[in-house]
Protein backbone atom coordinates (compact mmCIF):
# COMPACT_ATOMS: atom_id res chain seq x y z
CA UNK A 1 0.00 0.00 0.00
CA UNK A 2 3.19 2.13 0.59
CA UNK A 3 4.06 1.98 -3.19
CA UNK A 4 0.79 2.56 -4.26
CA UNK A 5 0.42 5.57 -1.54
CA UNK A 6 3.99 7.39 -3.04
CA UNK A 7 2.73 7.26 -6.60
CA UNK A 8 -0.13 8.45 -5.93
CA UNK A 9 1.85 11.82 -4.75
CA UNK A 10 3.71 11.43 -7.45
CA UNK A 11 1.00 11.40 -9.54
CA UNK A 12 -0.91 14.62 -8.10
CA UNK A 13 2.67 16.62 -7.73
CA UNK A 14 2.77 16.18 -11.59
CA UNK A 15 0.14 18.98 -11.95
CA UNK A 16 0.88 21.07 -9.00
CA UNK A 17 -1.52 24.05 -10.31
CA UNK A 18 -4.61 22.01 -11.11
CA UNK A 19 -3.67 20.00 -7.54
CA UNK A 20 -3.44 23.15 -5.47
CA UNK A 21 -6.72 24.88 -7.08
CA UNK A 22 -8.80 21.46 -5.93
CA UNK A 23 -7.11 21.52 -2.69
CA UNK A 24 -8.20 25.29 -1.91
CA UNK A 25 -11.89 24.50 -3.40
CA UNK A 26 -12.28 21.28 -0.42
CA UNK A 27 -10.46 23.88 1.92
CA UNK A 28 -12.95 26.56 1.70
CA UNK A 29 -15.86 24.34 1.57
CA UNK A 30 -14.56 22.94 4.48
CA UNK A 31 -14.16 25.77 5.86
CA UNK A 32 -17.59 27.15 5.43
CA UNK A 33 -19.79 24.18 6.42
CA UNK A 34 -17.50 23.55 9.95
CA UNK A 35 -17.94 27.26 10.25
CA UNK A 36 -21.79 27.61 10.13
CA UNK A 37 -21.97 24.29 12.10
CA UNK A 38 -20.05 25.62 14.50
CA UNK A 39 -22.42 28.65 14.47
CA UNK A 40 -25.81 26.74 14.47
CA UNK A 41 -24.00 24.87 17.35
CA UNK A 42 -23.86 28.02 19.38
CA UNK A 43 -27.27 29.16 18.59
CA UNK A 44 -28.56 26.07 19.16
CA UNK A 45 -27.21 26.47 23.19
CA UNK A 46 -27.96 29.90 23.22
CA UNK A 47 -31.83 28.88 22.08
CA UNK A 48 -31.70 26.83 24.84
CA UNK A 49 -30.57 28.68 27.15
CA UNK A 50 -33.31 31.83 26.65
CA UNK A 51 -35.97 28.89 26.85
CA UNK A 52 -34.92 27.37 30.07
CA UNK A 53 -33.42 30.55 31.91
CA UNK A 54 -34.91 33.60 29.76
CA UNK A 55 -38.83 32.77 28.82
CA UNK A 56 -38.06 30.98 32.55
CA UNK A 57 -39.31 27.69 31.71
CA UNK A 58 -36.53 25.55 33.05
CA UNK A 59 -36.51 22.44 31.82
CA UNK A 60 -39.74 20.32 33.02
CA UNK A 61 -43.41 22.11 34.02
CA UNK A 62 -45.55 19.48 35.39
CA UNK A 63 -49.29 20.76 35.44
CA UNK A 64 -52.36 18.50 36.12
CA UNK A 65 -53.36 16.02 33.68
CA UNK A 66 -55.68 17.77 31.27
CA UNK A 67 -54.47 21.03 31.75
CA UNK A 68 -53.51 21.43 28.62
CA UNK A 69 -56.73 20.77 26.57
CA UNK A 70 -58.98 22.32 28.90
CA UNK A 71 -56.90 24.26 31.94
CA UNK A 72 -58.15 27.85 29.93
CA UNK A 73 -61.49 26.72 29.75
CA UNK A 74 -61.76 25.31 33.38
CA UNK A 75 -58.98 26.33 35.63
CA UNK A 76 -59.79 25.55 38.55
CA UNK A 77 -60.22 22.34 38.09
CA UNK A 78 -56.95 21.76 36.38
CA UNK A 79 -54.60 23.25 39.06
CA UNK A 80 -52.88 21.75 41.94
CA UNK A 81 -53.84 22.69 45.57
CA UNK A 82 -51.70 24.05 47.48
CA UNK A 83 -50.97 21.00 49.61
CA UNK A 84 -50.33 19.15 46.35
CA UNK A 85 -48.03 21.92 45.11
CA UNK A 86 -45.94 21.48 48.29
CA UNK A 87 -46.25 17.28 48.10
CA UNK A 88 -45.00 17.38 44.53
CA UNK A 89 -42.24 20.32 45.24
CA UNK A 90 -40.85 17.96 47.79
CA UNK A 91 -41.09 14.96 45.43
CA UNK A 92 -39.29 16.41 43.04
CA UNK A 93 -36.46 17.87 44.97
CA UNK A 94 -35.62 14.75 46.58
CA UNK A 95 -33.98 13.71 43.07
CA UNK A 96 -30.40 14.77 43.58
CA UNK A 97 -30.46 16.17 39.70
CA UNK A 98 -33.31 18.74 40.38
CA UNK A 99 -31.86 22.48 41.37
CA UNK A 100 -35.04 23.62 42.14
CA UNK A 101 -38.60 22.85 41.73
CA UNK A 102 -41.39 25.95 42.29
CA UNK A 103 -44.89 26.78 41.82
CA UNK A 104 -46.09 29.52 39.06
CA UNK A 105 -49.12 30.87 37.84
CA UNK A 106 -49.98 33.09 34.92
CA UNK A 107 -52.65 35.70 34.90
CA UNK A 108 -54.18 37.14 31.74
CA UNK A 109 -55.94 40.79 32.57
CA UNK A 110 -56.18 44.08 32.18
CA UNK A 111 -53.70 47.10 33.27
CA UNK A 112 -54.21 50.88 32.96
CA UNK A 113 -52.25 53.62 34.53
CA UNK A 114 -55.82 55.38 35.01
CA UNK A 115 -55.94 56.66 31.76
CA UNK A 116 -55.10 54.43 29.09
CA UNK A 117 -55.68 50.27 29.43
CA UNK A 118 -54.29 47.40 27.34
CA UNK A 119 -54.27 43.69 28.13
CA UNK A 120 -51.24 41.91 29.77
CA UNK A 121 -49.87 38.04 30.19
CA UNK A 122 -48.45 38.38 33.61
CA UNK A 123 -46.26 35.14 35.00
CA UNK A 124 -46.32 34.89 38.93
CA UNK A 125 -43.34 33.80 39.89
CA UNK A 126 -41.56 32.91 43.50
CA UNK A 127 -38.77 36.04 43.24
CA UNK A 128 -35.98 34.04 45.21
CA UNK A 129 -36.81 30.64 43.28
CA UNK A 130 -37.15 32.86 39.63
CA UNK A 131 -33.62 34.68 40.07
CA UNK A 132 -31.92 30.52 40.58
CA UNK A 133 -33.46 29.87 37.09
CA UNK A 134 -32.47 33.20 35.39
CA UNK A 135 -29.33 32.62 36.22
CA UNK A 136 -26.53 34.68 34.72
CA UNK A 137 -29.17 35.71 32.20
CA UNK A 138 -30.00 38.66 34.35
CA UNK A 139 -26.41 40.15 33.49
CA UNK A 140 -27.18 39.80 29.89
CA UNK A 141 -31.16 41.52 30.57
CA UNK A 142 -30.98 43.68 33.52
CA UNK A 143 -33.78 44.87 35.32
CA UNK A 144 -34.08 48.74 35.11
CA UNK A 145 -34.80 49.60 39.00
CA UNK A 146 -35.37 46.61 41.11
CA UNK A 147 -36.65 43.27 40.48
CA UNK A 148 -38.92 41.18 42.18
CA UNK A 149 -39.18 41.12 45.95
CA UNK A 150 -40.34 38.51 48.30
CA UNK A 151 -41.23 41.26 50.85
CA UNK A 152 -43.04 43.92 48.59
CA UNK A 153 -46.01 41.19 47.00
CA UNK A 154 -47.42 43.82 45.23
CA UNK A 155 -44.13 45.35 43.03
CA UNK A 156 -44.15 44.17 39.97
CA UNK A 157 -41.94 43.98 36.38
CA UNK A 158 -43.39 45.34 33.43
CA UNK A 159 -42.08 44.81 29.72
CA UNK A 160 -40.06 47.98 27.68
CA UNK A 161 -42.42 48.65 25.41
CA UNK A 162 -45.88 48.34 27.92
CA UNK A 163 -43.98 50.41 30.39
CA UNK A 164 -43.58 53.27 27.12
CA UNK A 165 -47.10 52.92 26.05
CA UNK A 166 -48.63 53.42 29.43
CA UNK A 167 -45.84 55.71 30.98
CA UNK A 168 -45.51 53.41 33.99
CA UNK A 169 -41.69 53.78 35.18
CA UNK A 170 -40.26 52.50 38.06
CA UNK A 171 -42.15 53.95 40.97
CA UNK A 172 -45.24 54.93 39.48
CA UNK A 173 -48.78 53.02 40.23
CA UNK A 174 -51.01 51.39 38.65
CA UNK A 175 -53.93 49.11 38.39
CA UNK A 176 -54.40 45.78 37.29
CA UNK A 177 -57.44 43.51 36.69
CA UNK A 178 -58.51 40.33 35.71
CA UNK A 179 -61.03 37.43 36.29
CA UNK A 180 -60.73 35.51 39.46
CA UNK A 181 -60.82 31.49 39.12
CA UNK A 182 -64.60 31.71 39.96
CA UNK A 183 -65.13 33.86 37.20
CA UNK A 184 -65.37 37.22 39.33
CA UNK A 185 -63.26 40.77 38.07
CA UNK A 186 -61.06 41.51 40.50
CA UNK A 187 -58.84 44.54 40.36
CA UNK A 188 -55.70 45.20 42.88
CA UNK A 189 -52.96 48.24 43.03
CA UNK A 190 -49.81 47.81 42.06
CA UNK A 191 -46.53 49.56 41.61
CA UNK A 192 -44.16 49.30 39.10
CA UNK A 193 -40.45 47.69 40.75
CA UNK A 194 -38.53 47.79 37.29
CA UNK A 195 -38.44 47.80 33.89
CA UNK A 196 -36.68 45.17 32.02
CA UNK A 197 -36.87 43.79 27.89
CA UNK A 198 -38.36 40.23 27.22
CA UNK A 199 -35.34 39.58 24.59
CA UNK A 200 -38.26 39.49 22.22
CA UNK A 201 -40.21 41.78 19.77
CA UNK A 202 -43.45 39.52 20.03
CA UNK A 203 -43.80 40.35 23.85
CA UNK A 204 -42.26 43.47 25.03
CA UNK A 205 -45.58 44.96 24.71
CA UNK A 206 -48.22 42.57 26.65
CA UNK A 207 -45.83 41.00 29.60
CA UNK A 208 -45.29 41.46 33.31
CA UNK A 209 -44.19 39.41 36.18
CA UNK A 210 -45.80 39.52 39.53
CA UNK A 211 -44.56 37.95 43.04
CA UNK A 212 -46.54 34.67 43.01
CA UNK A 213 -48.24 35.65 45.72
CA UNK A 214 -49.73 38.75 44.66
CA UNK A 215 -50.65 36.49 41.54
CA UNK A 216 -52.80 34.22 43.70
CA UNK A 217 -54.44 37.15 45.71
CA UNK A 218 -55.37 38.79 41.70
CA UNK A 219 -56.80 35.27 41.21
CA UNK A 220 -58.19 34.74 44.37
CA UNK A 221 -56.95 31.62 45.13
CA UNK A 222 -54.30 29.11 47.01
CA UNK A 223 -53.67 26.88 44.14
CA UNK A 224 -51.01 26.77 41.75
CA UNK A 225 -50.86 26.15 37.86
CA UNK A 226 -47.77 24.67 37.18
CA UNK A 227 -44.34 23.47 38.69
CA UNK A 228 -41.76 24.58 36.78
CA UNK A 229 -38.52 21.90 37.65
CA UNK A 230 -34.88 22.97 36.91
CA UNK A 231 -32.12 20.39 36.45
CA UNK A 232 -28.53 20.89 36.73
CA UNK A 233 -27.90 18.87 33.66
CA UNK A 234 -30.30 19.77 30.54
CA UNK A 235 -29.22 16.57 28.73
CA UNK A 236 -31.08 15.00 31.36
CA UNK A 237 -34.37 16.26 30.52
CA UNK A 238 -35.86 12.89 29.03
CA UNK A 239 -35.15 10.56 31.43
CA UNK A 240 -35.95 12.85 34.46
CA UNK A 241 -39.46 13.56 33.13
CA UNK A 242 -40.23 9.51 32.68
CA UNK A 243 -38.43 9.09 36.28
CA UNK A 244 -40.90 12.12 37.61
CA UNK A 245 -44.13 10.73 35.96
CA UNK A 246 -43.64 7.12 37.27
CA UNK A 247 -42.78 9.09 40.65
CA UNK A 248 -45.81 11.55 40.57
CA UNK A 249 -47.89 8.63 39.82
CA UNK A 250 -47.07 6.20 42.28
CA UNK A 251 -48.04 9.25 44.80
CA UNK A 252 -51.63 8.94 43.70
CA UNK A 253 -50.87 12.66 41.54
CA UNK A 254 -52.17 12.61 37.72
CA UNK A 255 -50.16 14.73 36.19
CA UNK A 256 -48.24 15.66 32.75
CA UNK A 257 -45.17 17.11 31.86
CA UNK A 258 -43.27 18.76 29.29
CA UNK A 259 -40.03 19.89 28.76
CA UNK A 260 -38.62 22.84 27.32
CA UNK A 261 -38.39 22.00 23.63
CA UNK A 262 -42.02 21.39 23.72
CA UNK A 263 -43.16 24.69 25.38
CA UNK A 264 -40.62 26.75 23.72
CA UNK A 265 -42.73 29.07 20.82
CA UNK A 266 -39.16 29.50 18.72
CA UNK A 267 -36.64 26.72 19.41
CA UNK A 268 -38.24 24.28 17.16
CA UNK A 269 -38.88 26.39 13.85
CA UNK A 270 -35.74 27.94 14.30
CA UNK A 271 -33.65 24.72 15.11
CA UNK A 272 -35.86 23.62 11.75
CA UNK A 273 -34.59 26.69 10.01
CA UNK A 274 -31.11 26.57 10.74
CA UNK A 275 -31.34 22.46 9.51
CA UNK A 276 -32.55 23.63 6.72
CA UNK A 277 -29.90 26.27 5.78
CA UNK A 278 -27.24 23.53 6.42
CA UNK A 279 -28.70 21.13 4.38
CA UNK A 280 -28.74 23.92 1.52
CA UNK A 281 -25.09 25.06 2.28
CA UNK A 282 -23.89 21.35 2.36
CA UNK A 283 -25.51 20.37 -0.48
CA UNK A 284 -23.80 23.44 -2.65
CA UNK A 285 -20.22 22.47 -1.20
CA UNK A 286 -21.04 18.95 -2.38
CA UNK A 287 -21.55 19.77 -5.65
CA UNK A 288 -18.51 22.07 -6.20
CA UNK A 289 -16.19 19.74 -4.21
CA UNK A 290 -17.44 16.73 -6.20
CA UNK A 291 -16.88 18.29 -9.71
CA UNK A 292 -13.82 20.19 -8.85
CA UNK A 293 -12.54 16.54 -7.79
CA UNK A 294 -14.01 15.01 -10.98
CA UNK A 295 -12.21 17.36 -13.14
CA UNK A 296 -9.33 17.49 -11.90
CA UNK A 297 -8.93 13.70 -12.34
CA UNK A 298 -10.68 13.44 -15.29
CA UNK A 299 -7.89 15.59 -16.96
CA UNK A 300 -5.11 13.90 -15.38
CA UNK A 301 -6.45 10.39 -16.99
CA UNK A 302 -6.61 11.91 -20.48
CA UNK A 303 -2.93 13.04 -20.04
CA UNK A 304 -2.05 9.67 -18.51
CA UNK A 305 -3.69 7.14 -21.29
CA UNK A 306 -0.42 6.12 -22.24
CA UNK A 307 0.54 5.16 -18.29
CA UNK A 308 -2.85 3.55 -17.92
CA UNK A 309 -2.31 1.43 -21.42
CA UNK A 310 0.84 0.56 -20.06
CA UNK A 311 -0.16 -0.30 -16.59
CA UNK A 312 -3.10 -2.41 -17.72
CA UNK A 313 -0.60 -4.25 -20.39
CA UNK A 314 1.92 -4.95 -17.17
CA UNK A 315 -1.12 -6.97 -16.18
CA UNK A 316 -2.99 -4.78 -13.50
CA UNK A 317 -6.34 -4.86 -13.77
CA UNK A 318 -8.66 -2.44 -14.16
CA UNK A 319 -9.97 -2.49 -10.25
CA UNK A 320 -6.00 -1.61 -9.63
CA UNK A 321 -6.11 1.59 -11.69
CA UNK A 322 -9.85 2.72 -9.79
CA UNK A 323 -7.87 2.18 -6.91
CA UNK A 324 -5.02 4.41 -7.58
CA UNK A 325 -7.06 7.05 -8.98
CA UNK A 326 -9.00 6.73 -5.34
CA UNK A 327 -6.14 7.31 -3.56
CA UNK A 328 -5.32 10.12 -5.77
CA UNK A 329 -8.41 11.70 -4.68
CA UNK A 330 -8.29 10.59 -1.15
CA UNK A 331 -5.23 12.39 -1.08
CA UNK A 332 -6.45 15.65 -2.27
CA UNK A 333 -9.51 15.70 -0.08
CA UNK A 334 -7.11 14.94 3.40
CA UNK A 335 -5.25 17.59 2.01
CA UNK A 336 -8.03 19.87 1.20
CA UNK A 337 -9.49 19.20 5.08
CA UNK A 338 -6.32 20.16 6.16
CA UNK A 339 -6.95 23.42 4.71
CA UNK A 340 -9.84 23.76 5.52
CA UNK A 341 -8.92 23.51 9.47
CA UNK A 342 -6.61 25.81 8.87
CA UNK A 343 -8.73 28.16 7.56
CA UNK A 344 -11.38 27.30 9.90
CA UNK A 345 -9.20 28.04 12.83
CA UNK A 346 -8.34 31.39 11.90
CA UNK A 347 -11.72 32.46 10.96
CA UNK A 348 -12.56 30.91 14.45
CA UNK A 349 -10.47 32.84 16.26
CA UNK A 350 -11.13 36.00 14.62
CA UNK A 351 -14.60 36.00 15.01
CA UNK A 352 -13.91 34.97 19.09
CA UNK A 353 -11.47 37.95 19.83
CA UNK A 354 -13.82 40.61 17.54
CA UNK A 355 -17.40 39.23 17.34
CA UNK A 356 -19.76 40.80 15.20
CA UNK A 357 -22.94 42.39 16.55
CA UNK A 358 -26.47 41.44 14.41
CA UNK A 359 -29.94 41.40 15.54
CA UNK A 360 -31.64 37.85 14.89
CA UNK A 361 -35.07 37.59 13.33
CA UNK A 362 -37.49 38.32 16.42
CA UNK A 363 -35.50 39.53 18.72
CA UNK A 364 -35.49 43.39 20.25
CA UNK A 365 -31.84 44.03 20.76
CA UNK A 366 -28.59 43.17 19.35
CA UNK A 367 -26.43 39.95 20.18
CA UNK A 368 -23.11 38.73 19.88
CA UNK A 369 -22.21 36.65 16.98
CA UNK A 370 -19.85 33.15 18.45
CA UNK A 371 -18.83 30.11 16.84
CA UNK A 372 -18.04 26.74 18.40
CA UNK A 373 -14.89 24.95 17.81
CA UNK A 374 -16.67 21.41 17.70
CA UNK A 375 -13.85 18.84 17.39
CA UNK A 376 -15.67 16.49 16.37
CA UNK A 377 -17.70 17.80 13.40
CA UNK A 378 -14.34 18.67 11.89
CA UNK A 379 -12.77 15.21 11.84
CA UNK A 380 -16.86 13.95 10.67
CA UNK A 381 -16.42 16.38 8.04
CA UNK A 382 -12.81 15.41 6.94
CA UNK A 383 -13.48 11.60 6.51
CA UNK A 384 -16.40 12.73 4.32
CA UNK A 385 -14.51 14.65 2.57
CA UNK A 386 -11.78 12.32 2.26
CA UNK A 387 -14.97 9.91 0.87
CA UNK A 388 -16.35 12.51 -1.37
CA UNK A 389 -13.29 12.79 -2.90
CA UNK A 390 -12.45 9.23 -3.23
CA UNK A 391 -15.87 8.72 -5.08
CA UNK A 392 -15.54 11.77 -6.72
CA UNK A 393 -11.94 10.20 -8.14
CA UNK A 394 -13.57 6.95 -9.09
CA UNK A 395 -16.01 8.24 -11.35
CA UNK A 396 -14.15 9.19 -14.16
CA UNK A 397 -11.24 6.29 -13.47
CA UNK A 398 -14.22 3.91 -14.22
CA UNK A 399 -14.87 5.07 -17.38
Known amino acids: ?10 NILRNRRRS ?15 LYY ?35 LEPEKYMFSGEDTQKIIKLVTEEKDVILATPQIQVTGIVTNGRVST ?38 E ?23 ISGQMNALDVQINGVYDTGNDFSNDKFMRF ?32 LLLKKLKAAGINCEIRTWKELSLSFSKQKAFLDTMFMFLFSIVLVIVLMTTVNTMGMAILERT ?41 AWTIIKVYPPRYIPPGFSSPVRMFVDMVPLMLVVLLLSMVLLSMIAAIIPARR
Open 158 to 180: IAKDLSKYLDLTAGKDGVVMAPT
Open 1 to 10: MMKWTKLAFR
Open 20 to 34: FVTIIAVGVGFAAIS
Open 306 to 346: REIGTLRALGLKRRGISVLFALEGAILGFFGSLTGIVLHTI
Open 38 to 72: GYIHNVYNGLRIIAVRGEGLGNLRINMAGWQEKGK
Open 119 to 156: VFIAQGVVPKDDKIIKGRWIEYLPVVGQPLSDEKRYGV
Open 211 to 242: NYYYAQSLLDTQSAERIVVLLKDWEETESMRT
